[in-house]
């Protein structure tokens, strides 16, 4: 795997760190590749059962490499093919990951780099980290899933107001928005706290965990009749592994329950 994208292993965590710490982890070509690549492996890979989502150095992602993108226009490339090409499936990946994703939200988050962290199931923070929906300040529409997943969030009407007004919003006022889950009170926390909440996540019910995203992914866009089909295929699902198995029959014996993910 190319350096612009660390992937770390600690037991079933796989910890994800965006590598490009002198441009702020701006994306290039080589660094979308690789995070769409690495998502579609973890998608399916087993012995990975929480991902974390971070960056290197003093931010988390400053999103699409202007630096890159304004070579292209200059080549004549103005279709943004990369929104199909790469933007698009790693969108995709993250909303649809089968296992729970933990964004360590350390510094600026902006265009691209703030859709990544909200396309998370939690998101943590510190004092210095700052959301910035920076696509209007060069003249662009949201990308990277933003206009499904920051309506979800943080609701149509404020959700307008950052894509259109393209401000920062600081660590209190991101918390108080709902685009943080949890705010902890020095930088260096962030990426601990993190994993921590990744492990939790990791030794319990994975494939309930899975089941329980889609049913919220149905929920909020279909009817009541979608969401309890959704509801009776996921538990159908759920009731036939090991896990709910081993943890019937802990209950029935007032132990706690270890589950293995299947």
């Not at 060069?138 to 894509?163: C, F, K, M, N």
């Not at 209190?172 to 939790?200: F, H, I, K, M, N």
């Not at 899975?210 to 009817?223: F, M, N, Y």
């Amino acid at each position: 795997m190319t350096d612009a994208l660390l992937v770390d292993r600690n037991d079933a965590v796989v910890t994800l760190t965006l590598n490009r710490p002198a441009a702020m982890n701006a994306l290039d070509v080589d660094l979308k590749e690789a995070l769409r690549d690495t998502l579609a492996a973890l998608e399916t890979d087993r012995g990975c059962r929480a991902i974390v989502l971070t960056g290197a150095g003093r931010g988390f992602c400053v999103g699409q490499d202007l630096r890159e993108h304004a070579d292209q226009l200059q080549s004549g490339q103005t279709e943004l093919d990369t929104v199909r090409q790469h933007y698009n499936p790693i969108a995709q990946r993250l909303a649809s990951m089968p296992k729970p994703v933990v964004a360590a939200v350390g510094g600026m988050a902006a265009g691209a780099g703030a859709s990544l962290a909200l396309l998370a199931d939690f998101r943590v923070g510190g004092p210095s980290t700052k959301f910035l929906m920076a696509f209007a300040n060069v003249a662009l529409a949201g990308d990277t899933g933003v206009s499904w997943s920051l309506p979800r969030i943080v609701g149509h009407a404020r959700a307008l107001e950052l894509l259109l007004l393209a401000e920062p919003v600081d660590a209190a006022t991101a918390d108080r928005y709902g685009l943080l889950s949890r705010l902890v009170d020095a930088d260096d926390q962030v990426l601990p706290v993190a994993q921590e909440l990744a492990a939790r996540l990791a030794a319990g019910p994975t494939v309930a965990y899975g089941a329980i995203k889609r049913e919220l992914s149905v929920g909020d866009a279909g009817t009541l009749s979608d969401a309890l089909a959704a509801e009776a295929q996921a538990q159908a699902i759920c009731g036939g592994t090991d896990d709910h198995r081993a943890a019937v029959d802990s209950f029935l014996a007032k132990r706690k329950p270890v589950f293995e993910g299947h």
